[in-house]
């Protein structure tokens, strides 16, 4: 099994999963499928996170809700694509807070972002969803819980969870997912195109679509 074969797999398997669990938020709208972005400046800004070389000659730009179970799945599937081209692949992270709770969170992990500890709290946020997450009635302080126990600095944390310029992040995140058509989650667009249709093939697909475009290099 190569290992392109294994990262769908993985990724089939843990997404069929939440699908029968009523989670899966996406955005299928067939009128924005294979097309570029019209408006580019909209996709990165200055204050979004990003793994991976700044120079990458391919950027997945994913539109993301915390509470988003698939959004939680496809999380190591883009860290397995990104590592199948070491050095090729830059990853963007946008804040699409759509469910209840979630701005809260959202905000929670800006904070950790503005202590230099976005990734671990992110990860932290992610594993620890099921404990925080539901449609209904989230119980939001199991996800400080889970960022205090990445190394977040609660206090700090709080302090800044309504500053002015949190708030604006919030709003130009949300601004920008709707400018370009992020309207469910997780919602992908590598180097300005959105996914033919959604699927972890359809990601890696068009990934390895543009790096060997990037390199001059034929299909195949």
């Known amino acids: 099994m190569t290992k392109r074969t294994l990262v769908v797999l993985t990724a089939v398997v843990a997404i069929a999963a939440f699908a029968a669990a009523g989670w899966w938020v996406t955005d299928r709208d067939a009128g924005k499928a294979g097309a570029m972005v019209a408006d580019a400046s909209r996709l990165v800004r200055p204050h979004s996170p990003i793994f991976g070389p700044k120079d990458a000659p391919v950027t997945i730009v994913e539109f993301l809700d915390p509470a988003c179970e698939t959004c939680r799945a496809f999380y ?4 397995d694509i990104m590592a199948e081209f070491p050095g090729q692949v830059r990853l963007v992270m946008r804040y699409t807070p759509l469910h209840q709770g979630s701005d809260e969170v959202v905000r929670l ?3 950790a972002r503005l202590q230099g500890k976005f990734q671990p709290v992110l990860e ?3 594993q620890g969803q099921p404990e925080w997450a539901s449609h209904g009635a989230p119980r939001i302080e199991n996800a400080w819980k889970a960022a205090g126990a990445a190394g977040l600095d609660i206090a700090r944390a709080r302090a800044a969870l ?4 949190v708030t604006a992040v919030l709003e130009q995140d949300v601004s920008d997912s709707k ?8 919602t992908f667009v590598v180097n300005g195109k959105h996914l033919p249709s959604f699927g972890a093939q359809q990601l890696y697909d068009l ?11 034929a299909g195949g």
């Open 76 to 79: 190591p599937v883009v860290k």
């Open 109 to 111: 992990l800006e904070a």
């Open 124 to 126: 932290a946020v992610l």
């Open 162 to 165: 309504m500053a002015p310029e």
């Open 179 to 186: 400018a370009v058509g992020a309207t469910k989650t997780p």
């Open 207 to 217: 990934v390895e679509s543009e790096y060997r475009a990037a390199h001059g290099k």
